[in-house]
């Protein structure tokens, strides 16, 4: 079997998850910019934090021989100071080219707050500007309705958004249809307790379609798991689903979304 | 199995919330709203669910009660709404 880890944040795991990951299948991972656990203080946190996920964290995966791509913003968790949102706005461009970076994420709303929804649409501004993809974060728990609508709302009020160059990511019940009956692409985060579960994000396949979803752990220095994705490979296969359908959602949907970016190759 | 111990745990849940005197927590109340969804014998339960303990408001908030979400939505006290 082979898959795409789509989001997992690496720079937090060990070698050792990197190598349980290959063995599992894992034949490139994607690490969208987010929040460290705590606010840093400067944009030159931010400068070294995106030096390590286009230069050290790369490097670090091609010793497991595994493409590492990498993803760049201020997450909404930091967009309530607006002066620091700017500075780190106004680096980004200087990352943008290179070798690794597919795009602007993941950015969105956190408490679907008044700032954050500013410095999404900023992020919006930039990303359209120099021909990005987006990926965006939705809210946890009960801010995850408000925040998605709100979301949907502003990328389809943005005449330059292209709803197919758009993942929205940790969709559940309430919100995978929204997103999906808009045109954009879904992602379904496997988290242990909250989000969705193997079990749960098989019946989303199942009744909302799997033709422009991901799946992905989302794994970061919190509780989850980041072989969340081929143990839900399993869940798939107990069912009944084909192994052409696990290889689609797993890996060739991914690859068609983010093959969106020339930058995104795999090698043989 | 898995579903069966699920359940036994929202029931040890809420039977260990009354005995510590937090029954009455604003989260707690939700999910005894939400487990009414369980037997109504109608479908899309998981998704009633969710949006049962979501936030029903529409405009962004002016101000940020925190980085943490709690679970379930409890009216605000003062308004912090957007206009």
Known sequence: ?268 | MPVRAKLIEVAAFLDRVERYGAAGDFRCAALRQAVKILVDGKPARARRILEQLSDPTVKPDLITSGKVALGAWQKPQSPKRAK
Request: aromatic residues 10%; proline residues 6%.
């Open chain 1, 1 to 268: 079997m082979r898959y795409i880890e789509p989001h997992g944040h690496m720079v937090s795991r060990t070698t050792d998850d990197y190598q349980a990951m290959v063995t599992a299948g894992c034949v490139a991972v994607c690490e969208p910019a987010f929040w460290a656990g705590f606010d840093r203080s400067s944009v030159d946190g931010f400068r070294d934090y995106f030096r390590q996920i286009t230069e050290y964290e790369p490097a670090r995966a091609a010793k497991f021989l595994l493409p590492h791509f990498a993803w760049l913003c201020i997450n909404p968790k930091e967009a309530e100071d607006l002066a620091l949102a700017a500075d780190v706005l106004a680096m980004i461009p200087e990352f943008l080219a290179k070798p690794n970076v597919l795009g602007i994420g993941e950015i969105g709303l956190n408490r679907n707050t008044r700032n954050e929804l500013k410095v999404f649409e900023q992020h919006v501004e930039l990303a359209v500007k120099y021909n990005q993809l987006i990926l965006v974060h939705t809210p946890h728990l009960e801010d995850k309705l408000k925040g998605t609508r709100l979301i949907v709302d502003l990328l389809r009020s943005h005449p330059g958004v292209k709803p197919e160059r758009v993942i929205i990511d940790h969709v559940e019940e309430h919100t995978v249809n929204l997103v999906l009956d808009r045109g954009f692409w879904a992602g379904i985060t496997l988290y242990p307790d909250s989000k969705s579960s193997p079990p749960r994000a098989v019946d989303m396949l199942e009744t909302s379609g799997h033709d422009r979803i991901w799946l992905n752990s989302a794994c970061d220095w919190g509780v989850s798991d980041p072989l969340a994705v081929p143990k839900t490979a399993f869940e798939m296969r107990r069912r009944g689903h084909s192994a052409s359908y696990v290889d689609q959602v797993l890996y060739q949907n991914p690859v068609r979304f983010l093959s969106q970016c020339p930058k995104f190759r795999l090698g043989d």
